[in-house]
């Protein structure tokens, strides 16, 4: 199975201040998702990334939280000002063959626990 | 709306038995459906999809079924082994691209 990486695996923060988390994505691929899952529901879609722009995004996803790519390669999904309720674990995933959107791969998650 | 749901939140089976995880969905118009299985504290693993044009597909011990009529969909193990413990989620693929998951079902196996 392709190989999506995340880091760092935890991350802790007080609420009110901004984290960065990171992604390195199956390699050549033009597709880009971010998920996340509160701890013990399901996972929720907050933003997809099609060619260096962001593609869709979920209600969740809203002024706070954003997305880069700032060296070609790797992503980054940056929440501003951390709430309390942005404790989840945090997914990237993308497809693993170019001409298959479809089928996404998962990175192992970040956990982002904000105090 | 769209929505992706499963029938029953735990599951427990004898080691060496058959599991059969279930899943409904009310979007009449999906057209691709995705299983995964999630182990304590990892991301989703792929296990085996499936295209609206299909109504069976098999992989290594793992089948999924689709019942378009019914907007169902499950998915058999067979000859469950503990390694199989996890969550399992079914998903479907939104209008936007993304997945739209379901709950989850925790599947226990009884050595």
């Known amino acids: 199975e392709p190989e999506v990486t995340q880091t760092p695996s935890h991350q802790v923060t007080q609420m009110g201040q901004e984290v960065i988390l990171r992604c390195v994505p199956i390699?050549?691929?033009?597709?880009f998702y971010w998920y996340r899952q509160i701890l013990g529901q399901k996972v929720e879609f907050l933003v997809s990334?099609?060619?260096?722009?962001?593609?869709?995004k979920s209600e969740i996803f809203d002024d706070q939280f954003s997305v880069e790519r700032p060296d070609g390669s790797n992503f980054t999904l940056k929440i501003r000002s951390t709430k309390l309720e942005d404790s989840a674990m945090y997914f990237c995933?993308?497809?693993?063959?170019?001409?298959?959107?479809?089928?996404?791969?998962f990175g192992p998650g970040t956990r982002l626990t904000v105090l | 709306g769209e929505s992706v749901g499963l029938h029953l939140p735990t599951l427990s089976v004898q080691e060496g038995d058959n599991s059969i995880i279930n899943c409904a969905y009310s979007?009449?118009?999906?057209?691709?459906f995705i299983w995964y299985k999630q182990e304590s504290g990892k991301g989703p693993q792929f296990i085996i999809d499936?295209?609206?044009?299909?109504d069976k597909r098999q992989g290594q011990r793992v089948t999924v079924l689709l019942n378009k009529t019914v907007k169902h969909l499950s998915l058999q193990i067979a000859a469950t082994q503990p390694g199989d413990s996890a969550v399992y989620f079914c998903?479907?693929?939104?209008?936007?691209?993304?997945?739209?998951f379901g709950k989850g079902t925790k599947l226990s196996v009884k050595p």
């Open positions: 499936i295209r609206s044009n299909m």
């Open positions: 979007n009449s118009a999906s057209d691709y």
């Open positions: 990334f099609y060619n260096n722009e962001i593609s869709e």
């Open positions: 998903a479907e693929r939104g209008s936007q691209g993304n997945l739209i």
């Open positions: 390699s050549n691929h033009l597709y």
């Open positions: 995933a993308n497809p693993g063959h170019i001409t298959d959107p479809d089928t996404q791969y």
